[in-house]
């Protein structure tokens, strides 16, 4: 099994940046490629941005040039670099693991950017 542990939520202001962070343990070798996800209220849950194990990153359209998705395979960790923050980007974010025959969530963190 594999189990994520999310960190790095809170309140911040619009224009400000946080840092989520995301750590893997259990039976890691079977990811192939981790993201982060959000959803805000009353919406379903959209991917941000993804890494897959080689390195290849990708963005939702809204986050391009914004955030940043960065993993760390020494500490088995996952990052999202979040900068100029928007009231818009407030939501649960949710870590992604996926692999051939697994998929697993992290509990999620809040994210709450004021105006």
């Known amino acids: 099994q594999v189990q994520l542990v999310e960190s790095g939520g809170g309140l911040v202001q619009a224009g400000g940046s946080l840092r989520l962070s995301c750590a893997a343990s259990?039976?890691?070798?079977?990811?192939?490629?981790m993201g982060w996800y959000r959803q805000a209220p009353g919406k379903q849950r959209e991917l941000v941005a993804g890494?897959?194990?080689?390195?290849?990153?990708n963005y939702a359209d809204s986050v391009k040039g914004r955030f940043t998705i960065s993993r760390d395979n020494a500490k088995n960790t996952v990052y999202l670099q979040m900068n100029s923050l928007k009231p818009e980007d407030t939501g649960v974010y949710y870590c992604?693991?996926?692999?051939?025959?697994?998929?697993?969530w992290g509990q999620g963190t809040l994210v709450t950017v004021s105006s």
């Open positions: 992604n693991a996926a692999g051939r025959y697994l998929e697993v």
């Open positions: 259990g039976s890691i070798v079977g990811i192939n490629g």
């Open positions: 890494i897959s194990r080689g390195g290849s990153t």
